[in-house]
T-cell receptor, first 108, second 118 residues
Framework: GIQVEQSPPDLILQEGANSTLRCNFS?????LQWFHQNPWGQLINLFY???GTKQNGRLSATTVATERYSLLYISSSQTTDSGVYFC??????????FGKGTTLSVSS | EAGVAQSPRYKIIEKRQSVAFWCNPI?????LYWYQQILGQGPKLLIQ??????VDDSQLPKDRFSAERLKGVDSTLKIQPAKLEDSAVYLC???WGQGALNPKNIQYFGAGTRLSVL
């Protein structure tokens, strides 16, 4: 099956810093989503991005499907950005396959 | 628009007891998923329904886990008997459909049920 690897596993930032999270996947996919899991466990959709670049406020994401990776950029980080960021991929006829996540801690 | 509703939020049971979780998907969503998330890992699919039919239950431990979606809306996931290794968060998700290429089929997740088996 498809392998999804995320890096780094842990990230500690000061408020206001920028960061880049990476997701590599081992085979072609039809769909890629980024999620933020807050400290209460809720998984929140950030981006549906099978290819290209999207931006939403301080967050942006880029997927290069031909090279099998996606990047999530967080600019001017805030303490509320803390939590676990998951990348998940989907092929036709399957359910989402998640990576192990990147745990982000932002301190003030 | 109301999100995916799950209950209970927390459950503590002894091993060998039974437990049930409930999920109400977003209105109009035909596809419903149950995921298991063990501490420190990403969610893993247990079972996927399309309306009231099972699409994929290949990773469901069928000797102890069962799930149903009788009327194609609400769903119940049951564990009987529970083992220590079943301690996890059980997440329900729903989507409009199941085609991977359609942005309408983004999966939305509920808040989850955190199960502790002692």
């Amino acid at each position: 099956g498809i392998q999804v690897e995320q890096s780094p596993p842990d990230l500690i930032l000061q408020e206001g810093a920028n960061s880049t999270l990476r997701c590599n996947f081992s085979d072609s996919v039809n769909n890629l989503q980024w999620f933020h899991q807050n400290p209460w466990g809720q998984l929140i959709n950030l981006f549906y991005i099978p290819s290209g670049t999207k931006q939403n406020g301080r967050l942006s994401a880029t997927t290069v499907a031909t090279e099998r990776y996606s990047l999530l950029y967080i600019s001017s980080s805030q303490t509320t950005d803390s939590g676990v960021y998951f990348c998940a991929v989907l092929r036709a006829g399957t359910a989402l396959i998640f990576g192990k996540g990147t745990t982000l801690s932002v301190s003030s | 628009e109301a999100g995916v509703a799950q209950s209970p939020r927390y459950k503590i049971i002894e091993k060998r007891q039974s437990v049930a979780f409930w999920c109400n998907p977003i209105s109009g969503h035909a596809t419903l998923y149950w995921y298991q998330q063990i501490l420190g890992q990403g969610p893993k699919l247990l079972i996927q329904f399309q309306n009231n039919g099972v699409v994929d239950d290949s990773q469901l431990p069928k000797d102890r886990f069962s799930a149903e979606r009788l009327k194609g809306v609400d769903s119940t996931l049951k564990i009987q008997p529970a083992k220590l290794e079943d301690s996890a968060v059980y997440l329900c998700a729903s989507s409009w459909g199941q085609g991977a290429l359609n942005p309408k089929n983004i999966q939305y997740f509920g808040a989850g049920t955190r199960l502790s088996v002692l």
